[in-house]
């Protein structure tokens, strides 16, 4: 069992950045791949970034490749985000999701995360 709490999220104006934390206390979160995802009012959830067992993998979206970093320090069990230069069409509740995964993988569907935070708002103005 992995249980994922976020925290992190907040109001700033476009070209800010944010550190979202995800906290997955457990003695199995070093062998599952970590993702963050998003989702807007009205909109479907949507891949944000992800992260293999070892950090050997990362993956992005492209709507925020060069502006997020993903990272995992299995030691303290913890996962972030690192968002800089923020925009508006960032603004989405994230969610950490914990998926029990190939060594290397990522992976961007949804259903194959099996264990999801409550999410953390993140409001970007312009």
């Known amino acids: 069992q992995v249980h994922v709490v976020e925290s992190g999220g907040g109001l700033v104006q476009a070209g800010a950045s944010l550190r979202l934390s995800c906290a997955a206390p457990?003695?199995?979160?070093?062998?599952?791949?970590m993702g963050w995802f998003r989702q807007a009012p009205g909109k479907e959830r949507e891949f944000v970034a992800a992260?293999?067992?070892?950090?050997?993998?990362?993956y992005y979206a492209d709507s925020v490749k060069g502006r997020f970093t993903i990272s995992r320090d299995n030691a303290k069990n913890m996962v972030y985000l690192q968002m800089n230069s923020l925009k508006p069409e960032d603004t989405a509740a994230y969610y950490c999701?914990?998926?029990?995964?190939?060594?290397?993988?990522?992976?961007?569907?949804?259903?194959?995360?099996?264990?999801w935070g409550q999410g953390t708002q993140v409001t970007v103005s312009s």
């Open positions: 999701a914990a998926g029990h995964l190939p060594r290397r993988a990522v992976s961007t569907t949804p259903s194959n995360y099996g264990y």
């Open positions: 457990g003695r199995t979160f070093s062998d599952h791949a």
């Open positions: 992260i293999s067992w070892t950090s050997a993998t990362a």
